[in-house]
């Protein structure tokens, strides 16, 4: 004898039996479309979007400036206006000083080092601590090695001596103690102001990016030189925040696929800018660009004040410390290797910071 079902009981059934909702994110990113570094944001999503299925999350991108200024992307994840957005954690050194050594060192990490350090070495689990007090999930997915340098107005940098009474943009807390040792003078802009500030003499000169970047934004239309290597930024991160809640309601299969998602871009991106940097390397070269680079006895001056600089500023901060500890530690661990299997190693070991002094400032 068959039962009738009760309205309940096949309402029941029936949502059992229906297909589960896509999660919708928003995502959006610090960077306009007209700077290429939007570029290792959109494949980070695309690939997320090709490797999660429809039914489980979909991440619709915004480039930057499009939901909310640059400078608010931050606060909007935090408070959850937005679940994700593409950033470079020196942005946020104002709220935190540890977020500096996340975004970028002086004279210090290559981008291999971080990628290293970043998957192998502890440092990903530092992203989530300096995030995490902002309610935030951190996964790094982009790096570029060392950013082009200084590109001055009317006088080259041959030597430090030049830098001496410059205006020069500069981003990055240790970086601008740092110019000032070195005599120079920090102006702190947004990317998008850069060009007309050197256009209308406001500055002197500036940095931004990799070569690549720096062309995108039109540097060589409004700079006659170039001061090279990058010293200032020897690599920089990138990745995206996701607020802690929006993180939480994903299903750990769908978590887990992001963070290969974020591991495959991160390696991918190094490929990609040293492929377009050197490709804008040559454009600036045929567009009559003076390239310099400085000598091996200037750069290990600057190694030096480095040093200083970056003992000083982790010793301002316990968690800045302690990222730093965790960096300097991982270089001294890697050296055994690397220098042992020079001259086919993967980059240099540096005579860095002291790494004892900032472990008693960590605490």
Known sequence: MKKMMTGAALAAVTLAAAPAMAETWQMTSTWPSSLELVEIDKHFVKLANDMIPDDQLNIEFFEGGSLVPAGEVFGAVESGTIQAGGDWPGYWAGRDSAFSPLATTSAL???????????????????????????????????????????????????????????????????????????????????????????????????????????????????????????????????VMINKASWDALTPEVQETLKVAASANLLWSLAFTEKRATEAYAEFKNAGTEITRLDDATLENIQTLANETIEEAACENPLSAKVYASMITYLQDYSQWRDASAPYNLGRSPNGPDLAKIQACAG
């Open 109 to 239: 990490f290559n981008a291999v080092d971080y990628i290293n350090w970043i998957q192998e070495w502890g440092g990903a689990e530092l992203y989530n601590e300096v995030y995490g007090k902002f309610g935030m999930v951190y996964l790094p997915y982009g790096v570029t090695n060392n950013e082009s340098g200084f590109r001055t107005v009317d006088k080259p940098i041959q030597t430090t001596e030049d830098l001496k009474g410059l205006r020069l943009r500069l981003s990055g807390y240790e970086q601008g103690k740092l110019l000032e040792k070195l005599g120079g003078n920090q102006v702190s802009m947004a990317g998008g102001e850069i060009y007309q500030s050197l256009e209308r003499g406001v500055i002197d000169g500036a940095e931004f990016s990799t070569p690549n970047v720096d062309w995108s934004g039109g540097f060589q239309q409004v700079t006659k030189y170039w001061s090279t290597p990058g010293w200032h930024q020897s690599a920089s991160v990138f990745g």
